[in-house]
T-cell receptor, first 110, second 111 residues
Framework: LAKTTQPISMDSYEGQEVNITCSHNNIATNDYITWYQQFPSQGPRFIIQGYKTKVTNEVASLFIPADRKSSTLSLPRVSLSDTAVYYCLVGEVGGFKTIFGAGTRLFVKA | DAGVTQSPTHLIKTRGQQVTLRCSPKSGHDTVSWYQQALGQGPQFIFQYYEEEERQRGNFPDRFSGHQFPNYSSELNVNALLLGDSALYLC??????????FGPGTRLTVL
């Protein structure tokens, strides 16, 4: 299973775009990249998932370069309610032994 | 359409006791996974159930056991509770080999 590396924490202000990068040098051919958001004492919430290039939904965008050794979650115009921990996961979709890292703690300030 | 539900929300037990946590998967999902999340850490995979069988297991002792029922709901049982078992227990459901969706969790406190 590919190990992921993310920044421990990030600060931003309301209305700014936030980009969180995840490194996964050992990503395998069948692996997808999935991002979750988690608020304190709540279950992780699925944000976005992708395999290559760019994926966009109503919440975020996911950019994946051609070598797939990293990925960037982009949150447009964050608000205070986006303050949370963001996890990057790499593995087969629905695969066994899904491994969460420590995540990135995003603080959005007014 | 209800998402993943878990019960109870909170639970307090004493060392040595046994506990049972319950999970109902999202409609249409047949696979349930359980995770333990200690304070300040990411969730740790316990095991996954599909077709009423444990398909894969993380690095957890045999004190942790589970069950999946024909309606795809699941239970997590923990025997001989230790202080270190205090955590948020998360259930995630999916169709087999598809994206997992998490429930709100059960906060277990062991005194």
């Amino acid at each position: 299973l590919a190990k992921t590396t993310q920044p421990i924490s990030m600060d931003s202000y309301e209305g700014q775009e936030v980009n969180i990068t995840c490194s996964h040098n050992n990503i395998a051919t069948n692996d997808y990249i999935t991002w979750y958001q988690q608020f304190p004492s709540q279950g992780p919430r699925f944000i976005i998932q992708g395999y290559k290039t760019k994926v966009t939904n109503e919440v975020a965008s996911l950019f994946i370069p051609a070598d797939r050794k990293s990925s960037t979650l982009s949150l447009p115009r964050v608000s205070l309610s986006d303050t949370a921990v963001y996890y990057c996961l790499v593995g087969e979709v629905g695969g066994f032994k899904t491994i969460f890292g420590a995540g990135t703690r995003l603080f959005v300030k007014a | 359409d209800a998402g993943v539900t878990q019960s109870p929300t909170h639970l307090i037990k004493t060392r040595g006791q046994q506990v049972t946590l319950r999970c109902s998967p999202k409609s249409g999902h047949d696979t349930v996974s359980w995770y333990q999340q200690a304070l300040g850490q990411g969730p740790q995979f316990i095991f996954q159930y599909y077709e009423e069988e444990e398909r894969q297991r993380g690095n957890f002792p045999d004190r942790f056991s589970g069950h999946q029922f024909p309606n795809y709901s699941s239970e997590l049982n923990v025997n001989a509770l230790l202080l270190g078992d205090s955590a948020l227990y998360l259930c995630a459901s999916s169709t087999f080999r598809d994206t997992q969706y998490f429930g709100p969790g059960t906060r277990l406190t062991v005194l």
